[in-house]
């Protein structure tokens, strides 16, 4: 079935650091790859998305990178902030028989030392 | 705008009760999401709907059921609670245009234990 595999699910940087999260989506009728933070009992929000026709997108201190022969996105960190803390989840969505589905990854926690 | 909303916020069962999760949008989108949140295993998609008066099933539907009677609410049953249940429920919106899904908007949770 459609699957999301997300790696790391834990990771410490020093605060200034890069972070890098990486997915793997199995489903290549996948076209909608979007990023989402979710801090301690919060729910998660949109922090970046990418569609399947672009390769990359930033905004500010993040950007998402797709490649989509090999079916897999990334999300980029520069210069990590404390309140950059939080899990961190990918998704995709894909049409099936003509419905969206949406599919998560299993999620990062980010720690940002100070 | 309330964006998406869900009731109640937090609730304790025991194990064989019912109950019903309620989530309402005032955003106008068609498509509707149940996800639950357990620790290590991300969200994972139990019930979804295309739109009024259609649901289907996602990664998780086992002991769920799931009614869109209208438009702007998704409701997400549990006839008889099981402690495997306990959980943090989110439900989740999402506006589909173009060939291509959008952002999905959440509500704020519903923290379900069973006992």
């Known amino acids: 079935g459609e699957n999301v595999e997300q790696h790391p699910s834990t990771l410490s940087v020093q605060e200034g650091d890069s972070a890098v999260i990486k997915c793997t989506y199995s489903d290549s009728a996948s076209n909608y790859f979007p990023w989402y933070k979710q801090e301690l009992g919060k729910r998660p929000q949109l922090i970046i998305d990418i569609r399947s026709n672009v390769g990359e997108k930033k905004d500010q201190r993040i950007a998402v990178t797709l490649n989509k022969t090999a079916k897999h996105f990334s999300l980029h960190i520069t210069e990590t902030q404390p309140e950059d803390s939080a899990v961190y989840f990918c998704a995709a969505s894909f049409t099936a028989s003509g419905t969206y589905k949406y599919i998560f990854g299993t999620g990062t926690r980010l720690k940002v030392l100070a | 705008n309330a964006g998406v909303t869900q009731t109640p916020k937090f609730r304790v069962l025991k194990t064989g009760q019912s109950m019903t999760l309620l989530c309402a949008q005032d955003?106008?989108?068609?498509?509707m999401y149940w996800y639950r949140q357990d620790p290590g295993m991300g969200l994972r998609l139990i019930h979804y709907s295309v739109g009024e008066g259609t649901t289907a099933k996602g990664e998780v539907p086992d002991g769920y059921n799931v009614s869109r009677l209208k438009k702007q609410n998704f409701l997400l049953g549990l006839e008889s609670a099981a402690p495997s249940q306990t959980s943090v429920y989110f439900c989740?919106?999402?506006?589909?245009?173009?060939?291509?899904?959008?952002?999905?908007?959440f509500g704020q949770g519903t923290r379900l234990t069973v006992v």
């Open positions: 955003m106008n989108h068609e498509y």
């Open positions: 989740a919106s999402s506006y589909p245009t173009g060939g291509v899904n959008t952002e999905a908007f």
